[in-house]
């Protein structure tokens, strides 16, 4: 995983946005796991056409208050447990 990695969420992932918790959900067969707002801001830009480096640039402009290198680490961190778990490619 570096900078230019494109993160994309696998066929049998699913993100939606449910309207009873007011957030977004990551759906797989079976499973489901409940997102707080910045991972689903993450997971929002997750379609293979944005690299790392594009991700965090996006969230640092969204989230301007909160420290760049912040943003960088939860992306990260984010990216690579989804990967670990199968849900996400690194192109």
Do not use: F
């Amino acid at each position: 995983m570096n900078e230019a990695s494109c993160p994309t969420l696998l066929p049998k992932t699913r993100l939606r946005y449910n309207r009873q918790r007011d957030a977004c959900v990551l759906l797989w067969p079976e499973r489901g796991l409940v997102l707080n707002r910045s991972a689903g801001d993450i997971l929002k830009l997750c379609g293979g056409h944005h690299t790392l480096s594009s991700i965090v640039n996006a969230l640092s402009a969204q989230y301007p208050h909160t420290k760049r290198d912040l943003i960088r680490e939860d992306v990260h961190r984010l990216i690579r447990d989804l990967h670990s778990r199968g849900l996400l490619t690194l192109e």
